[in-house]
């Protein structure tokens, strides 16, 4: 089955420990994406990536890195999480700009 | 500061009415507009796409309506069902790598 898997679900974490979130797809996508959805804000695009080894900033990437050392995954690291990045998180992946494939969500609570 | 701009937040709505979701956008260069549709507990899934070549594409119960010089865009959903009680974002895309902008979502209800 064609997906975009996240992991975890749902985590709660405290102020300045280090946490990742990962992301994987089984599409063969060049193009993976992180965003992030809060009430009234709709999805806003934190990082994305072209290829492998390939990354950019999107609308909203401080207090976030990620990496992609192979075509499947893109893990979001929060190296420091601070309380305004309670969040709900989602992974998306793509062949090009159009139909954006997204996972399930992580939310996030930091407190 | 958002690029694109979605209205109304919330929007209720009898069966078989026709709820109508606004878009509008800033940047010219944008070229994609999709419409993604967002159930509780889930990601958003594409719905409907339109590129501005066209003033009016149809899927199903689904309608988006183009306006290039308005720089606007709108989602009708004809005959409403319960079923589609959801979220709906609408987005828009250039060239930029795989940039997508969303609006800020719209909470659908539709009523039995």
């Known amino acids: 089955e064609a997906q975009v898997t996240q992991n975890p679900r749902y985590l709660i974490t405290v102020t300045g420990k280090k946490l990742t979130v990962t992301c994987s797809q089984n599409?063969?996508?060049?193009?993976m994406s992180w965003y992030r959805q809060d009430p009234g804000l709709g999805l806003r695009q934190i990082y994305y990536s072209m290829n492998v080894e390939v990354t950019d900033k999107g609308d909203v990437p401080e207090g976030y890195k990620v990496s992609r050392k192979e075509k499947r995954n893109f893990p979001l690291i929060l190296e420091s999480p601070s309380p305004n990045q309670t969040s709900l998180y989602f992974c998306a992946s793509s062949r090009g700009k159009e139909t954006q494939y997204f996972g399930p969500g992580t939310r996030l609570l930091v407190l | 500061q958002q690029q694109v701009k979605q209205s109304p937040q919330s929007l209720i709505v009898q069966k078989g009415g026709i709820p109508i979701i606004n878009c509008a956008y800033e940047?010219?260069?944008?070229?994609?507009f999709p419409w993604y549709q967002q159930f509780p507990g889930k990601g958003p899934a594409l719905l409907i796409a339109?590129?501005?070549?066209?003033s009016e594409k149809k899927e199903g119960r689904f309608t988006i309506s183009f306006n290039k010089s308005a720089k606007q865009f709108s989602l009708h959903i004809m005959d409403s069902q319960p079923g589609d009680s959801a979220t709906y974002f609408c987005?828009?895309?250039?060239?930029?790598?795989?940039?997508?902008?969303f609006g800020g979502g719209t909470r659908l209800m539709v009523k039995p």
């Open positions: 940047n010219t260069a944008f070229d994609y």
């Open positions: 599409m063969n996508h060049e193009y």
């Open positions: 987005a828009a895309g250039g060239n930029a790598g795989n940039m997508l902008t």
């Open positions: 339109i590129r501005p070549d066209v």
